[in-house]
């Protein structure tokens, strides 16, 4: 084999090496990637089934059903609800009305099946983009209230 040639068959072999680990880091990534969405953007079907992400907002008053270790409880952005099911220890900050953040999957039925739920951890803190989301979920829903009433306020 003349040198160019062994020069070249190296260069391939380095490339290759190079793309495989690449490909592998991004498939790693891809696959460790968790996704943040609120109850409108589930209701919307933005998220994915199957798949998981978090879902962030604030825990409905009157929602929480404890039976024994299942907790099942309503995440809500003030326009759109999502039951959610939970089976574990709940944290302590975890309370009606509260900022909540759980990570799970999302069934056919539309119950989110949590495998971690985060309480925030005082009273001024939420996650930024929960605060965001909710927000927007609130400027939408005065919008259509507006709407709907005719009211031009």
């Given at each position: 084999m003349k040198p160019r040639h062994k020069r070249a068959a190296i260069a391939l072999g380095v490339l290759a090496a190079?793309?495989?680990?690449?490909?592998?880091?991004?498939?790693?990534?891809?696959?460790?990637?968790?996704?943040?969405y609120t109850p409108t953007q589930v209701a919307t079907k933005e998220a994915p089934e199957g798949r998981t992400f978090r879902i962030g907002g604030m825990?409905?008053?009157?929602?929480?059903?404890?039976?024994?270790?299942?907790?099942?409880?309503v995440v809500t952005d003030t326009a759109q609800d999502v039951p959610v099911r939970f089976e574990g220890v709940l944290p302590d900050l975890f309370k009606e009305g509260k900022?909540?953040?759980?990570?799970?999957?999302?069934?056919?039925?539309?119950?989110?099946?949590?495998?971690?739920?985060?309480?925030?951890?005082?009273?001024?803190?939420?996650?930024p983009e929960a605060a965001d989301a909710m927000q927007r979920a609130q400027k939408m829903k005065h919008s259509a209230d507006t709407l709907a009433t005719g009211d031009s306020k």
């Open positions: 190079v793309g495989t680990a690449a490909a592998l880091v991004l498939n790693a990534f891809n696959s460790n990637l968790v996704f943040f825990v409905r008053e009157g929602s929480v059903v404890r039976e024994g270790v299942m907790v099942r409880f900022g909540v953040v759980a990570q799970g999957q999302l069934g056919p039925d539309g119950t989110f099946t949590a495998r971690e739920v985060l309480a925030k951890h005082d009273e001024n803190y939420m996650p």
